[in-house]
């Protein structure tokens, strides 16, 4: 048990001490990133010579204004190249993806029944019985009762047809 201990307290010292050397290269690189555009900035803009009358300033402000819109043009170049370049990227993503294709996984049979089914679906809220015969209309069977004299004797009936085969015949 003291094993895990002394190694539980040394793996926690040892982030610690990561953790303050990555917190000190930080740091370090925003102090270079100052400098470096500190030293940019002295190259590339001195200062503007503000001596002078009111004639020699307009024309530096100006030099001024053409830089900006110099740089405001090649600001909006670089910002539609990058948004050009970002399109051809998804597009060729989405190539690849297309061309791999989907790999659809395999099912597998899983034994379920209607309710279980339906109740996994439509969730606990609705509970939905499957057993059909349940919602039917149940409908009283009635009993055709004939009336008896219609049926009468057979003998008598073909009589009466013989009757009207004859007229038939005789005409």
Request: hydrophobic share 35%.
């Amino acid at each position: 048990m003291s094993d895990k201990k002394m190694t539980s307290s040394r793996r926690h010292h040892l982030k610690s001490v990561i953790l303050q050397i990555a917190q000190n290269w930080l740091e370090q690189e925003k102090k270079d990133a100052v400098t470096a555009k500190e030293n940019y900035m002295a190259e590339n803009c001195p200062a503007p010579d503000l001596s002078g009358d009111q004639a020699a300033l307009m024309e530096t402000c100006k030099k001024l204004h053409a830089l900006i819109d110099k740089i405001d043009e090649d600001r909006y170049d670089i910002e539609a190249k990058v948004g050009k370049a970002d399109k051809e990227i998804e597009d060729l993503k989405i190539k690849v993806v297309d061309l791999r294709g989907v790999k659809k996984p395999a099912l597998k049979k899983v034994r379920m029944s209607a309710d279980s089914m339906l109740k996994a679906l439509l969730g606990s809220k609705h509970t939905v019985n499957m057993d059909l015969r349940s919602n039917l209309k149940q409908v009283k069977k009635e009993t055709k009762e004939e009336p008896t004299e219609a049926v009468g004797d057979w003998r008598k009936n073909i009589e009466d047809k013989a009757d009207r085969k004859k007229m038939f015949e005789s005409a």
